[in-house]
């Protein structure tokens, strides 16, 4: 449902972001008496599973990949595509009605009194409790590497990269040690020369071991946190490479081999760290990426790392501030589909027990 921005100009609270962490936090707003709204900059359903590679598979079945109060209905393979993904989000803004704004992108958040107001364009809306949910593609990381400006071949980050068609043929540079690297790398490889480049010797996690377990490493780091102990990591975090199938297949073909990295770009192509030269075509950088923050420059609260200082999910400088799904540093798991609904759930109860006592003060 697309909502009338007029109708809803100052809601309680209000939601930037229409990915899985706004909808998972807009669930549990359902249920309580606040008004809220939603300010997606996308022209539909899906946050940025639209703009995911179109090859993307998840590493959990259906029923681990999924967010507060409806399961993810079972997909035709073992784990979800990224449309599978997408055709849940569209369904489940329709099966809740959820009041969202699209596509507008917020560009500014300033603090009058104990109100937040929020504007994108010629539009402004006020709200006693902001959830920041707009994620980290926005913001695509690239390292800096000597000579990468005079390099003339084609860079591309993960975050652009569609498929393998427009580089057949061509010798392409994988830059990155994760699950994006090692599955863009699978794809790439069936279709153009591959060089892989890591920091470290990548780290694949055993056969048997997908999002399930994951989320329940996850979820042991987040109960520590909630009773104050430290927990030992065990192998295989979220940063590991899940074996699906598509990188288990570049295993038995035998290109799961990485380099470690190159000294810096020339025009066409790398100079390796023993001296050696390498002609390239292509770099695909699949180096992850930072929280989409700008919208919250003028109310100082972003760090000079480029996150914001939290309780929680709170923010601890504006208190009627909530980050929802950026990383581990909104929680463990929590920018994944079925690790944010904890984070969600006990931000609305924050925000729900604030409003109550702002309105009581104010009595």
Same mark, same amino acid.
């Given at each position: 449902?697309?909502?009338?921005?007029?109708?809803?100009?100052?809601? &309680?609270?209000?939601?930037?972001?229409? !990915?899985?962490?706004?909808? $998972?936090?807009?669930? %549990? @707003?359902?249920?309580?008496?606040?008004?809220?709204?939603?300010?997606? &900059?996308?022209?539909?359903?899906? =946050?940025?599973?639209?703009?995911?590679?179109?090859? /993307?598979?998840?590493?959990?079945?259906?029923?681990?990949?999924?967010?507060?109060?409806?399961?993810?209905?079972?997909?035709?393979?073992?784990?979800? +595509?990224?449309?599978?993904?997408?055709?849940?989000?569209?369904?489940?803004?329709?099966?809740?009605?959820?009041?969202?704004?699209?596509?507008?992108?917020?560009?500014?958040?300033?603090?009058?009194?104990?109100?937040?107001?929020?504007?994108?364009? =010629?539009?402004?809306?006020?709200?006693r409790? @902001?959830?920041?949910?707009?994620? +980290?593609?926005?913001?695509?990381y690239?390292?800096?590497?000597?000579?990468?400006e $005079?390099?003339?071949?084609?860079? @591309?980050?993960?975050?652009?990269?569609?498929?393998?068609?427009?580089?057949?043929?061509?010798?392409v /540079?994988?830059?990155?040690? !994760?699950?994006?690297?090692?599955?863009?790398?699978?794809?790439?490889?069936?279709a153009?020369?591959?060089?892989?480049?890591?920091?470290?010797?990548?780290? %694949?996690?055993?056969?048997?071991? &997908?999002?399930?377990?994951?989320?329940?490493?996850?979820?042991?780091?987040?109960k520590?946190?909630?009773? !104050?102990?430290?927990?030992?990591?065990?192998?295989?975090? /979220? =940063?590991?490479?899940?074996?699906?199938?598509?990188?288990?297949? $570049?295993?038995?073909? =035998?290109v799961?081999? $990485?380099?470690?990295?190159f000294?810096? %770009?020339?025009?066409?192509?790398?100079?390796?760290?023993?001296?050696? %030269?390498?002609?390239?075509?292509?770099?695909?950088?699949?180096? !992850?990426?930072?929280?989409?923050?700008?919208?919250?420059?003028?109310?100082?609260?972003?760090?000079?790392?480029?996150?914001?200082?939290? &309780?929680g +999910?709170?923010?601890?400088?504006?208190?009627?501030?909530?980050?929802?799904?950026?990383?581990?540093?909104?929680?463990?798991?929590?920018? +994944?589909?079925?690790?944010?609904?904890?984070?969600?759930?006990?931000?609305?109860?924050?925000?729900?027990?604030?409003?109550?006592e702002?309105?009581?003060?104010?009595?």
């Amino acid at each position: 449902m697309t909502t009338d921005d007029a109708a809803l100009s100052s809601p &309680d609270v209000i939601i930037i972001g229409g !990915g899985q962490s706004a909808l $998972a936090t807009a669930y %549990f @707003l359902r249920r309580t008496k606040r008004s809220f709204l939603i300010l997606d &900059d996308q022209t539909g359903a899906g =946050g940025a599973w639209l703009h995911a590679w179109k090859s /993307l598979k998840l590493f959990s079945p259906a029923a681990w990949s999924s967010i507060a109060g409806w399961p993810m209905p079972i997909a035709q393979s073992h784990t979800p +595509t990224r449309m599978d993904v997408i055709d849940y989000l569209v369904r489940y803004e329709q099966r809740y009605q959820l009041p969202i704004v699209r596509p507008v992108h917020v560009s500014s958040v300033t603090a009058i009194d104990d109100q937040l107001e929020v504007k994108a364009g =010629g539009q402004a809306w006020r709200c006693r409790a @902001l959830v920041s949910a707009t994620g +980290t593609w926005g913001q695509p990381y690239l390292p800096e590497v000597p000579g990468r400006e $005079a390099f003339l071949g084609i860079q @591309l980050h993960s975050a652009h990269y569609v498929n393998a068609t427009p580089f057949a043929g061509k010798r392409v /540079l994988v830059v990155g040690g !994760g699950n994006s690297g090692a599955q863009i790398l699978a794809e790439l490889s069936k279709a153009a020369e591959t060089i892989w480049v890591t920091e470290k010797e990548p780290a %694949f996690l055993a056969d048997d071991v &997908d999002g399930r377990v994951l989320f329940e490493r996850a979820t042991a780091r987040w109960k520590a946190q909630q009773e !104050g102990r430290s927990v030992e990591q065990p192998a295989g975090g /979220l =940063g590991e490479i899940v074996m699906v199938d598509s990188v288990k297949d $570049a295993r038995a073909r =035998g290109v799961l081999h $990485a380099r470690r990295p190159f000294k810096r %770009f020339t025009e066409n192509g790398v100079e390796w760290a023993d001296g050696q %030269f390498e002609a390239v075509d292509v770099v695909i950088w699949c180096t !992850g990426f930072k929280p989409a923050l700008a919208h919250l420059d003028s109310l100082g609260v972003i760090e000079p790392d480029g996150r914001v200082k939290v &309780d929680g +999910t709170r923010s601890v400088k504006q208190p009627n501030l909530w980050l929802m799904g950026y990383g581990d540093w909104t929680g463990p798991a929590s920018a +994944t589909l079925i690790g944010v609904t904890r984070y969600a759930r006990s931000a609305v109860e924050q925000i729900d027990q604030m409003l109550s006592e702002s309105a009581v003060s104010s009595h």
